[in-house]
């Protein structure tokens, strides 16, 4: 909670895997949200922004609890998500996609997802199939007439040259 500016909530600082500090903006629909539930949380003295059942830190282990009861509630009223993998890291890289896709940079898609390097990164650049399909688009393709090859003359006299020449010099 000390680590959230309940004002502007404009960013939130994260605390992530290997103990990697990332700070990361807030969408405006997240940040209305957020201040729904600081209006409800309750005061359990636990630092932690979000609370498990008993008052206490929710773990990564609870969150992926409350996704898969969540996901398993959806897939009633929308049978083909029962379907799909729908985890933490998912929803991650869904966010990174829409992010890429948005932006166009994914330099900011690195400093978003808190990697070290831009290799990190570069899985996001090979896996969106529109980035594929607008690079093939901008490529023309080459412009061929049907038909047979037929050498240009030039071409089969120099051709024959080279005979002579190989002959003569063996």
Not at 57 to 82: C, D, H, N, W
Not at 118 to 146: C, G, H, W
Request: charged share 25%; aromatic share 6%; hydrophobic share 40%.
């Amino acid at each position: 909670m000390d680590q959230l500016d309940c004002r502007a909530l404009s960013s939130v600082h994260i605390m992530g895997k290997g103990r990697r500090e990332r700070v990361l903006p807030l969408w405006k629909e997240t940040a209305t949200v957020l201040k729904a539930w600081l209006a409800i949380r309750p005061n359990s003295g636990d630092p932690e922004l979000f609370l498990n059942a008993t008052g206490g830190a929710m773990t990564r282990s609870g969150f992926e609890y409350i996704l898969a009861k969540r996901v398993a509630m959806a897939a009633r009223k929308q049978p083909s998500i029962a379907e799909k993998r729908v985890t933490p890291h998912v929803l991650r890289h869904t966010c990174a996609m829409h992010t890429l896709q948005a932006t166009r940079d994914v330099r900011k898609v690195s400093l978003w997802l808190g990697h070290a390097t831009l290799q990190s990164t570069e899985i996001y650049l090979r896996a969106d199939p529109t980035e594929k399909l607008e690079a093939l688009a901008a490529v023309t393709p080459p412009t061929l007439k049907r038909g047979r090859f037929r050498a240009p003359d030039k071409l089969l006299a120099m051709l024959k040259d080279t005979r002579r020449t190989k002959n003569y010099v063996e």
